[in-house]
């Protein structure tokens, strides 16, 4: 293997571990009682934690799709739309 490709490939083995140490700590915070919050404002929609902590979307749209993590409230309208808060049930 070249040396641009073993940079490249430490790069994304980099990128997936920080990744998923943020998603960790995340989901760690939600296990103690914090949820996950939309927003939309004018730059488009964010994301943070109950407790101030901001979340990238990247991030967030990895949380929503685990199988634990359930709306903690109905969204405006019906479905397909989610709600705007996340919670961890029997994680």
Known sequence: MTDARLRSRS???RHSHRLITRLNR???RMRAGATLQLQHGPSGPAYSLSNG???ARDLAALIISYP???PADFGL????VLGQTWE????
């Open 11 to 13: 790069a994304r083995l």
């Open 26 to 28: 995340t989901l760690a």
């Open 53 to 55: 902590e901001p979340v």
């Open 68 to 70: 634990n993590v359930v």
């Open 77 to 80: 309208f019906p479905d397909p």
């Open 88 to 91: 961890v049930k029997n994680d």
